[in-house]
């Protein structure tokens, strides 16, 4: 399936995407419920076929825990900054994974709107990462089960205030959980279409410009590695969110080092599963609806 939440009519609504157009599902809202209970999935008879300007997209799930995050999972991302972590993050490559979360209130939909946070950060910057929704929850997961707990896949951008980042300790928390910086979507594909994670192109640009682009096959830890080592002791939930790291290109290892401006464009893009479009505006507080919109095709 390819599932959408949206709203129509003043509801929240989830549907599956059929081409360019979304049939809404029957009486479920959060995809939490449809992890719960698969056969709910069944169309609503009374429901016709809508189109994307039709809708409002909402953010895909939202999550009921904090999102949660990997630090240096591509070789050439954590190369591009050496020298720049100003003593944040290790020299040399870890061999396990680091892990870090988003607060809940980051998230945001695919064509949303997104705050600049200008009175407070001058260094917000785009990493673009594909985003593993588990299904069946467990602790201690073994490795070569772990893809038999995910739900599906989606897209999202760990959108992070480099500046408070390093300013907050030496931990990430407070400079990745700004709220609207974790746009999510617009499309789930659950893992009976997508059945290998290791091999997607995947994308960021801004005002049109390419600025990060690798495979998901570059991963340093697999999806399924990063499902085994985070349940090691620690229960994982049905519809926990895992951002599983970026590629190079972000725009503090850039020389010279570029930070997102009032008024510019980010697009994500992960091959089969669809693209994020976030307009960032100094004028915002919170995310905001758009009216632009997002492409439901996954070429
Ligand atoms: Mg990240």
Same mark, same amino acid.
């Given at each position: 399936? $390819?599932?959408?939440?949206?709203? %129509?009519?003043?509801?929240? @609504?989830? #549907?599956?995407?059929?081409?360019?157009?979304?049939?809404? /599902?029957?009486?479920?809202?959060?995809?939490?419920?449809?992890?719960?209970?698969?056969?709910?999935?069944?169309?609503?008879?009374?429901? +016709?076929?809508?189109?994307?300007?039709?809708? @409002?997209?909402?953010?895909?799930?939202?999550?009921?825990?904090?999102?949660?995050?990997?630090?240096?999972? %591509?070789?050439?991302?954590?190369?591009?900054?050496?020298? $720049?972590?100003?003593?944040?993050?290790?020299?040399? /490559?870890?061999?396990?994974?680091? =892990?870090?979360? $988003?607060?809940?209130?980051?998230?945001?939909? !695919? *064509?949303?709107?997104?705050?600049?946070? &200008?009175?407070?950060?001058? $260094?917000?910057?785009?990493?673009?990462?594909? !985003?593993?929704?588990?299904?069946?929850?467990?602790?201690?997961?073994?490795?070569?089960? &772990?893809?038999?707990?995910? %739900?599906?896949?989606?897209?999202?951008?760990?959108? *992070?205030?480099?500046?408070?980042?390093?300013?907050?300790? &030496?931990?990430?928390?407070?400079?990745? +959980?700004?709220?609207?910086?974790?746009?999510? #979507?617009?499309?789930?594909?659950?893992?009976?279409?997508?059945?290998?994670?290791?091999?997607?192109?995947?994308?960021?640009?801004?005002?049109?410009?390419?600025?990060?682009?690798?495979?998901?096959?570059?991963?340093? =830890?697999?999806?399924? @590695?990063?499902? &085994?080592?985070?349940?090691?002791?620690?229960?994982?939930?049905?519809?926990?969110?895992?951002?599983?790291?970026?590629?190079?290109?972000? #725009?503090?290892?850039?020389?010279?080092?570029?930070?997102?401006?009032?008024?510019?464009?980010?697009? *994500?893009?992960?091959?089969?599963?669809?693209?994020?479009?976030?307009?960032?505006? !100094?004028?915002? *507080?919170?995310?905001?609806?758009?009216?632009?919109?997002?492409?439901?095709?996954?070429?």
């Amino acid at each position: 399936m $390819k599932l959408i939440a949206f709203e %129509y009519q003043q509801r929240r @609504r989830l #549907g599956l995407v059929e081409n360019d157009r979304i049939r809404p /599902l029957l009486g479920v809202s959060e995809l939490q419920e449809l992890i719960a209970l698969p056969e709910r999935a069944i169309p609503d008879p009374q429901a +016709s076929l809508l189109s994307l300007e039709q809708v @409002r997209v909402l953010p895909v799930i939202n999550p009921r825990r904090n999102v949660m995050c990997v630090g240096w999972n %591509y070789r050439k991302h954590f190369d591009e900054s050496i020298g $720049k972590r100003e003593g944040q993050g290790p020299e040399t /490559l870890p061999e396990i994974p680091t =892990f870090f979360s $988003k607060a809940t209130g980051t998230v945001a939909a !695919a *064509s949303d709107d997104l705050p600049l946070h &200008a009175g407070l950060t001058s $260094k917000l910057d785009w990493e673009v990462e594909l !985003a593993v929704v588990i299904g069946r929850g467990g602790r201690d997961i073994d490795e070569a089960d &772990a893809l038999s707990h995910v %739900y599906g896949y989606t897209v999202a951008n760990d959108i *992070s205030a480099r500046d408070l980042q390093r300013a907050h300790g &030496a931990q990430w928390f407070k400079g990745k +959980s700004l709220d609207g910086t974790c746009p999510l #979507g617009p499309v789930l594909v659950t893992v009976d279409q997508l059945h290998d994670p290791q091999a997607l192109t995947i994308e960021c640009r801004v005002n049109g410009q390419v600025m990060q682009r690798d495979t998901t096959a570059n991963q340093i =830890f697999s999806v399924a @590695r990063l499902i &085994a080592e985070l349940s090691r002791g620690m229960t994982l939930e049905p519809g926990d969110v895992i951002l599983t790291g970026t590629p190079d290109g972000i #725009g503090a290892a850039r020389e010279p080092a570029l930070f997102l401006a009032d008024g510019d464009l980010i697009e *994500s893009r992960i091959q089969g599963i669809g693209s994020l479009s976030n307009l960032v505006l !100094a004028s915002l *507080s919170a995310a905001t609806p758009s009216n632009r919109l997002v492409s439901l095709s996954c070429e």
